[in-house]
């Protein structure tokens, strides 16, 4: 087979063992929708050790798939010229800081401006990688650390990483609600049986997904605390932190984005997070086992400006009010059930 006639071709890395081959690269390769693998399936695009796949094939882990083609109305991802924060590279990897308002892969509507457009234009070699090396994702409006592969190696060494739950994920938020306790939620996601581009809480259909967090500061109306997942399932933290009646500040899908609390609450935190334009959610810290080298690496940035804003109105706001321990209406629960809206607060 001539290289010209090859689409993608990847290594199935053992933590796949005994699952579906299209769901296998549906994870794998999350610019593909699922019905798109299934068509190329069957269409015998897809090759298992230079033999024509079939759908229900169990993997084993360390296959070669090779996909001949692509049905020709997938979205083509061209190079874009974009300023990148690169925090780190070497000949095996980047490390950088993905900036708020940016989506990390297209998708449907959404054929340009994204980091993969940028990566592409960054380092040309990319385009010969599944997913031009991208090996997990990062919501649009949630900020921090990413990590992407320069070559097939260390492509499938990461992923293997990320399915063995061996890499270090830190984020920093800010949620509603007075936290007392330190908690590891450990539900599955899935997704929303009614609104398929949300997840939620599916103890029937979801996969497994566990986050732990840990109270940092905690304020008259929110908390601020440390995340870390043990799995990356989409919108993790988010779903999680809505089920425990904490949601994130200014999530527009799981959280309290116009509909808060308002007794005790000053004018500047008002206007501070009704400023905040998107879930104050932001991946600090970024921990794995270098792919070459085998060395253990770690790296931390700052939290970003806006996130940064909104915890001085915060602490300010902590500051001018003391705490009632007594006060019903610093429960999380409480404040979810008895809100009002802030477009009518004059």
Not at 56 to 70: A, S, T
Not at 125 to 154: F, Y
Not at 340 to 346: A, F, L, N, P, S
């Given at each position: ?96 800081n993905k900036p708020k308002a940016l ?231 409480y404040q979810l059930n008895q809100p ?7």
């Open positions: 087979m001539n290289k010209k006639d090859i689409y993608k071709k990847l290594i199935i890395p053992t933590t796949f063992f005994g699952s579906r081959l299209d769901h296998v690269l549906t994870e794998l390769l999350p610019e593909l929708s699922r019905s798109k693998i299934q068509n190329m399936i069957k269409q015998n695009l897809v090759m298992i050790n230079s033999k024509t796949a079939v759908q229900k094939y169990k993997v084993l882990g360390d296959e070669e798939i090779i996909i001949k083609d692509i049905i020709c109305d997938e979205i083509t991802v061209r190079p874009e010229n974009m300023p990148l924060d690169i925090i780190y590279e070497d000949d095996d990897l980047l490390v950088l989506v990390v892969h297209p998708g449907s509507g959404n054929s340009s401006g994204t980091l993969l457009n940028g990566l592409l234009y960054y380092e040309k070699k990319l385009e010969r990688l599944p997913r031009g090396g991208i090996v997990h994702r990062l919501d649009k409006d949630t900020t921090g650390l990413m990590v992407v592969a320069k070559n097939e190696e260390s492509q499938n060494n990461l992923v293997n990483q990320l399915q063995s739950k061996s890499v270090y994920r830190e984020y920093r938020a800010i949620v509603w609600g007075q936290l007392w306790k330190n908690k590891v939620i450990n539900k599955p996601i899935g997704r929303h049986p009614r609104q398929r581009t949300k997840m939620a809480i599916n103890k029937i259909n979801g996969k497994e997904a566990t986050t732990q967090f840990e109270i940092l500061e905690r304020f008259n109306f929110h908390t601020y605390i440390r995340c870390l997942l043990q799995t990356g399932r989409t919108h993790q933290i988010r779903v999680h932190m809505m089920d425990n009646n904490s949601p994130i500040v200014g999530d527009p899908d799981y959280g309290l984005k116009k509909i808060i609390p308002t007794k005790k609450i000053n004018l500047n935190l008002l206007n501070a997070i009704k400023d905040f334009e998107r879930q104050a959610l932001h991946a600090i810290s970024l921990g794995l086992i270098h792919p070459k080298t085998g060395q253990s690496m770690k790296w931390s940035i700052d939290l970003p400006e806006d996130m940064k804003h909104l915890l001085t109105v915060i602490r300010d706001d902590l500051e001018g009010n003391l705490l009632d321990d007594n006060d019903p209406f610093l429960n999380p629960v009002i809206d802030i477009d009518e607060i004059k």
